[in-house]
């Protein structure tokens, strides 16, 4: 079985990817939604989340992880996840970028996936990199602000790089691609043409690859407090409703 997580609904966005290549694949995901947004938190207190977090994959039966979460990339990295196998957010996107050598792309992600300089070191010789840390978006999206706040927060941010000229818009923090049209609204109106990347694409080609996708199409959540806004994304992308959310 194969354990994702995220500090919330993120790693959704990487579930979504995976379920469309491996609709059998079976699942347990783990959203720490009590301690929500992990962006903004310091590296050792990502390393012991990353630690809780594998822990709590492992209890609930997964033998291969997928961090589904930036912020916690470095940590994993630097072997937090001990012996399981799991795979991260950024290898495979240096893998994927490949295809767009030599481009001009702007990363935007939460402070501690800009901090670690995780992507820097994955993409470097492999794109023309520039990074944009956007504070507030990653909780923004997991507590369920409206679409007028969201956009702002997007708006604000990326009119600081308004003079410059990039081919991609790189989503290094899994909750983004949940709001992808206000994303890409706002990033045509700075830089026309953008093409927005969705790494969780790129990871999931990664999953299919590595770890054993057979099943019968099982799915449980835990989350660590109850959230309306998870359970609707949740509900949104399995109407059929043939899922279990535990909260613990
Ligand atoms: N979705 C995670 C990421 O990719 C965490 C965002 C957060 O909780 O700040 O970085």
Redesign the pocket.
Known sequence: MIGLF???S??LSVLSALRARAPHVDISYFGDIAH?????RSAQELIDLTVAGVTTLKEMGATEIVSA???VAASVLAGAAGTTPVIE?TRPTSRGMKARIGTRVLLI??P??IDSKIYEEALRGVVELESLAVPEL??AI?FGADDATLSTIVHEALKKKRDQRYDSLLL????YPLVLPIIRGEAQRFFSGIACINPAEFVADEVVRLFDCAGTGSLCFRISVDSAPFRNRVHELFPEGRYTIECV
């Not at 929500?36 to 903004?40: E, I, K, S």
């Not at 290094?172 to 909750?175: A, D, E, S, V, Y």
């Open positions: 995220d500090s919330g993120g790693g929500a947004p992990y962006g903004t979460c930036n912020s957010m992600a939460t501690a996936t990653a909780g997991e290094g923090c899994t909750h």
